[in-house]
Nanobody, 124 residues
């Protein structure tokens, strides 16, 4: 069992930055791939970024590529999402997720555990 708690969301102006954190409990964190997803009002949940168990492989969705960076610290049981050059279209609830596998996954169905989400609002 893995429990995930996100933090770091808030309100920021266009062009600003935020760093989301996700703290995991459970002994399997260091062997699990992790992902960030987001869901805007009236829209489906969308893949943002994923990182493999060791942090050696990362995949970012096209809309955030070059602006967002996923990272992890297995010693701290944490995964992060650094978000730069934020745009109003980045406004959403951001969710951290843990997979049962070790690779990188963009499909939300590959993730077994989800956090409660943290709101990110980018004002124009």
């Amino acid at each position: 069992q893995v429990q995930l708690v996100e933090s770091g969301g808030g309100v920021v102006q266009t062009g600003g930055s935020l760093r989301l954190s996700c703290k995991a409990s459970g002994r399997t964190f260091s062997s699990s791939a992790m992902g960030w997803f987001r869901q805007a009002p009236g829209k489906e949940r969308e893949f943002v970024a994923t990182i493999n168990w060791s942090g050696s492989n990362k995949v970012h969705a096209d809309p955030v590529k070059g602006r967002f960076t996923i990272s992890r610290d297995n010693a701290k049981n944490s995964v992060y999402l650094q978000m730069n050059s934020l745009k109003p279209e980045d406004t959403a609830v951001y969710y951290c997720a843990a997979a049962l596998g070790q690779s990188t996954y963009s499909n939300p169905n590959r993730y077994a555990y989800w956090g409660q989400g943290t709101q990110v609002t980018v004002s124009s």
